[in-house]
């Protein structure tokens, strides 16, 4: 476990880059000699599919584009989780490897045991986790029982946002100082030129995606809402989807938070970021946005309406 008190350095160079890895000294090699291969995986999940086993409650087989972002695979005799597909990122395994390591027992993840390459397919090995999402559970949650868990969530973001960079050698991007993945932000968008050394410079990258489609996009004058982001703001280590359905619960009381998954969207960001994020993929007057996200979450209120501006201008 980490220390439970002050900041946590991590940079680039502590994070494995190769397109294959393996966690040795992970709790799977422990009881297994190698992770199963990639046909092993797709024969399993053709098994899974037949069997009409599904561990994604969000989505459906009919929707699930093979190969592309396909559901995922469980090997439960080996408590055995696969993410897999063209669209997963080895960055989402590498978020995963940093954060077992260095805020242990205080950010509670699945544990990594190792990732490949095949092809533009890549297989994520981690930590089957057995409990329930607090998107499915929200509902049948007695009010004292939801701020259990939100302050819960307050230690876990709190101990999150120790990370901090190499102060000589800011950026924002992903954990491996790569252009990042973000949903909020059209595919059609994501940066090849990033990762960003200011966050001035990602503010006037963000605030310009909506005008690349203009036939003079310079000639429209710069909106007042650009200057209400703030280009000072520091840089923290974000989640990106702090949704409900990420969040996994023990299945009976005494409740508590058993893993944050789904870190595909991680990465260095403006502080503001996480809020402005978990507030995006929800109705702006669930319970959930207006009374628990801010028992979870510092807000940042003065970004609500320029961030919402470039987003919703931005599109789907």
């Not at 961030?307 to 789907?316: S, V």
Request: with cysteine; hydrophobic share 35%; glycine share 4%.
């Amino acid at each position: 476990m980490a220390n439970s008190e002050g900041p946590i350095r991590l940079t680039p160079s502590m994070i494995p880059n190769s397109p294959n890895f393996d966690i040795k000294d992970s709790s799977f090699f422990g009881k297994w000699q190698e992770l199963p291969s990639p046909k092993d995986v797709q024969a399993q999940a053709d098994a899974q599919r037949f069997a009409g086993f599904n561990p994604n409650p969000r989505r459906d087989y009919e929707s699930a584009a093979t190969f592309v972002k396909p559901i995922p695979v469980v090997f439960e005799d080996m408590d055995l989780f696969i993410k897999w597909g063209c669209t997963e990122h080895i960055s989402e395994a590498q978020t995963l490897f940093a954060l077992r390591r260095l805020l242990n027992g205080l950010v509670p993840v699945p544990e990594l045991y190792g990732w490949r390459t095949d092809g533009d397919v890549k297989y994520i090995y981690m930590e089957y986790i057995r409990g329930q999402t607090l998107e499915q559970a929200w509902d049948k949650l007695e009010p004292d029982d939801k701020v259990n868990i939100s302050r819960e969530l307050r230690a876990i973001c709190d101990n999150l946002r120790r990370l901090e960079q190499d102060p000589s050698d800011p950026f924002l991007g992903n954990i491996a100082r790569a252009p990042f993945y973000d949903r909020a932000l059209n595919l059609d968008y994501i940066p090849a030129e990033g990762p960003f050394a200011r966050v001035r410079e990602f503010h006037d990258w963000f605030t310009f995606l909506y005008r690349r489609l203009m036939p003079d996009p310079y000639s429209v004058p710069i909106e007042p809402y650009r200057y209400e982001l703030p280009d000072d703001c520091a840089i923290k280590f974000t989640h990106g989807d702090l949704h409900r359905s990420n969040i996994v619960i023990s299945s009976s009381r005494p409740y508590r938070t058993l893993a944050i998954v789904d870190w595909e969207q991680s990465g260095w960001f403006p502080a503001y970021w996480e809020s402005r994020k978990a507030q995006y993929s929800v109705s702006w007057n669930e319970d959930w946005s207006t009374t628990y996200l801010p028992m979870i979450l510092d807000m940042y209120p003065d970004t609500l309406d320029p961030w919402d501006y470039y987003t919703i201008a931005i599109g789907p």
